[in-house]
């Protein structure tokens, strides 16, 4: 197996980082168009969107022009109209960047697929145009202060009243929640039923009651705009309602639909921002020279550490290629989709911490890529359903 070889927030080269039988040559142009894109549009501004808390909308226009922005969507609904493996590419290429600040996968791969996959005509007509150019950004509204993984103990409600719904609630560490033009809004609407009173409202940012709190400051993903939101008395109509009478009541339905892709994506991210963490270390040992040599050269404690990433690396992403060929199938379950999420993301942060060590106070710095990798790493394990939860879903199958 080659070397990773992936560009870098650094020094965005455009190189090989190992061949991946899961792609054909078509898929391998569009990678070589995604990585281009990321390294001319995101590279370049990402230190500046860091210190802003959130990236420019001028960047979700140019992704959106470029067709990279939910790329699934069928072409009726002004999307590609190309399948998972091609949007899986940008997952790929954002990790390769290290580069965590556009919210395009939840954008793109979890919320939209909510509205083609569970929404009314008029309502895949009305959002998933601008969706799909960018002129709307999306965000999903399920995490409360009180409740994360047990989406069920969720407080936030709506009320029917008349041919509308009154929404009182708050939701916290909401991706693209503060530059969000649509939410989906999960609520609620029967709350003696339990997992079965859950529905998911479509939710113009400007509805009177919608409040956006503050972007909440984070430990990294500093450019990634994240933000608590708050609802008083707000009144949309019935036809908010994610598949209009078919959907009432059916949002826990949707959402463990839904959440084999999102923790996939999550995974797929992990499997990547690890191969560029390793190259990173890689270069770095190869070059630092410390008692006559270099440290890869002197020392056989870090030739053997990198030896061993490597290999949990690779069989990481021979579990993920795997996944993805199944997702692509429609044969991806949720245990499995929990295994790859928990695996990878765990992963992800044993390759950022051993290799921030392999790079002495350097890796503290900053300035030094392994160091970003490092605190956006860290994340990854807890959204998307932490991975104790991750670990009872799989245990529930044995």
């Not at 980082?17 to 590279?43: K, N, S, Y």
């Not at 009314?120 to 002129?135: A, F, I, L």
């Not at 290999?311 to 692509?328: G, K, N, P, W």
């Not at 390759?351 to 160091?371: I, R």
Request: with cysteine.
């Amino acid at each position: 197996m080659g070397e990773f070889r992936p560009a870098t927030c650094q020094t965005p080269t455009m190189t090989d980082f190992g061949t991946r039988p899961c792609f054909d040559g078509d898929q391998d142009m569009i990678r070589d168009m995604i990585r281009g894109w990321w390294a001319r549009e995101v590279v370049p501004h990402h230190p500046q969107w860091e210190k802003e808390g959130q990236v420019s909308r001028e960047l979700w226009e140019s992704a959106g022009e470029n067709g990279l922005l939910a790329m699934t969507t069928p072409e009726e609904y002004g999307g590609p109209g190309m399948g998972i493996k091609e949007a899986s590419i940008m997952w790929d290429e954002q990790g390769y960047t290290g580069c965590t600040g556009p919210g395009f996968a939840i954008h793109s791969d979890i919320c939209g697929p909510y509205v083609v996959n569970w929404g009314t005509e008029e309502q895949k007509q009305q959002w998933m145009p601008d969706v799909c150019s960018g002129k709307t950004i999306a965000a999903l509204g399920m995490t409360e202060p009180a409740a994360g993984s047990d989406l069920q103990g969720m407080k936030t409600t709506a009320r029917r009243d008349g041919d509308d719904w009154i929404i009182n609630g708050s939701k916290v560490f909401i991706t693209n929640g503060y530059m969000a033009d649509l939410l989906l809004l999960c609520c609620k609407t029967d709350p003696e039923a339990g997992a079965k009173g859950i529905s998911i409202f479509l939710v113009d940012a400007n509805t009177p009651g919608y409040v956006k709190g503050k972007k909440l400051e984070k430990v990294g993903m500093k450019a990634q705009d994240t933000a608590e939101l708050f609802f008083e008395d707000m009144r949309v109509p019935h036809s908010a309602v994610l598949g209009g009478d078919a959907g009432l009541n059916k949002g826990f339905k949707m959402m463990m639909t839904e959440l084999p892709q999102e923790r996939l994506l999550i995974a797929g991210l992990a499997v990547a921002s690890a191969e560029a963490t390793f190259e990173y270390t890689r270069t770095y040992v190869k070059e630092r020279k410390a008692f006559g040599s270099t440290l890869f050269d002197g020392c056989q404690t870090i030739r053997h550490k990198l030896a061993e990433l490597k290999t949990e690396i690779a069989v990481s992403r021979a579990f993920y290629d795997q996944c993805l060929e199944m997702h692509a199938i429609g044969k991806l379950d949720s245990p499995t989709a929990s295994m790859a999420k928990y695996y990878c993301t765990d992963l992800q942060c044993k390759v950022a911490t051993e290799c921030l060590q392999l790079h002495g106070g350097w890796g503290y710095m900053m300035e030094y890529p392994v160091a970003r990798q490092f605190v956006d790493a860290r994340v990854q394990p807890i959204y998307g359903g932490a991975n104790e939860i991750m670990k009872e879903l799989i245990a529930r199958t044995i």
